[in-house]
């Protein structure tokens, strides 16, 4: 279901429409889709809400085709992406969003994050490390190795959404 809603924009203060749609997908609880754009100021705001709460759970996959790159990935506001091999993880925080994409569009947000890094230099070892990451999420994109993506949520929100993906419920205790 559809429904649009008049509010403020929080960059500008004019008039904008908030949209949600509720989701019902297989084998999750129901999602909430909001986005907000505002046309006087360019400010755009998505998010994905999940209206329930589960079993904790950790998903993994190895990425080892270029197909793989096409593996649903549903993270909810508690959940931790990890790629160990190529020592990258996002971790929930104050202003965390969920998301619902692919391992492609995962290592595309790995990499927007390392140019922001870029466009905001520090010592010149930082700059070198971040040109050396980027290559080597490039390679990943392209499958030039394998590598694993782990997906965690205590909250148990978060998928990974493949026959290939292994799921492993937690104790509580746990995570």
């Not at 927007?112 to 466009?119: G, R, S």
């Not at 394998?146 to 746990?174: C, H, Q, R, W, Y």
């Amino acid at each position: 279901m559809r429904e649009s809603h008049p509010g403020t924009c929080p960059a500008c203060g004019s008039e904008i429409r908030i949209v949600h749609h509720r989701l019902d997908i297989p084998h999750f609880p129901d999602l909430l889709l909001v986005s907000i754009a505002c046309d006087a100021c360019g400010y755009r705001h998505t998010d994905t809400i999940i209206l329930g709460e589960g079993v904790p759970v950790r998903w993994t996959v190895r990425v080892e085709e270029p197909g793989d790159l096409a593996i649903r990935v549903a993270r909810s506001t508690t959940g931790t992406i990890e790629i160990p091999e190529l020592g990258l993880a996002v971790e929930p925080g104050t202003a965390c969003e969920g998301f619902v994409t692919n391992i492609e569009g995962v290592l595309y947000r790995f990499e927007q994050a390392v140019e922001t890094i870029l466009a905001n230099p520090g010592s010149e070892d930082e700059r070198a490390a971040a040109l050396r990451m980027m290559e080597t999420i490039a390679a990943a994109r392209e499958v030039a190795f394998p590598f694993t993506v782990i997906l965690e949520d205590p909250a148990g929100n978060s998928a990974l959404v493949s026959e290939k993906a292994e799921k492993m419920l937690l104790d509580p205790g746990d995570v």
